[in-house]
Nanobody, 118 residues
């Protein structure tokens, strides 16, 4: 079982920065793939970045060079540093973690709102 709680969202002007945090509980977190997703109003949820258990990260093309995903398995924390924010980054951001143990175990946080004003 993994529980996820996001924080750090808010309102920022275009060009600004925010740092999202995701606090995880559960013993399987360090073995999990962790991802950040976002969903803008009227749009489908999209993948922003992923991190495997060994720290390998991948990013959506739309955020490459601006966002940085980091994880601290010792603290059960993941972070998404978002720089050079654009109005199109406005969305609810969700933390996701999953692992395989006979079947896929998939967990989501409640989301945190990020609003970028122009």
């Amino acid at each position: 079982q993994v529980q996820l709680v996001e924080s750090g969202g808010g309102l920022v002007q275009a060009g600004g920065s925010l740092r999202l945090s995701c606090a995880a509980s559960g013993s399987r977190f360090s073995n999990s793939v962790v991802a950040w997703y976002r969903q803008a109003p009227g749009k489908q949820r999209e993948l922003v970045a992923t991190s495997t258990s060994d720290g390998t990260t991948n990013y959506a093309d739309s955020v490459k060079g601006r966002f940085t995903f980091s994880r601290d398995n010792a603290k059960n924390m993941v972070y998404l540093q978002m720089n050079s924010l654009k109005p199109e980054d406005t969305a609810v951001y969700y933390c996701n973690a999953y692992y395989w143990a006979g079947r896929k175990y998939d967990y989501w946080g409640q989301g945190t709102q990020v609003t970028v004003s122009s």
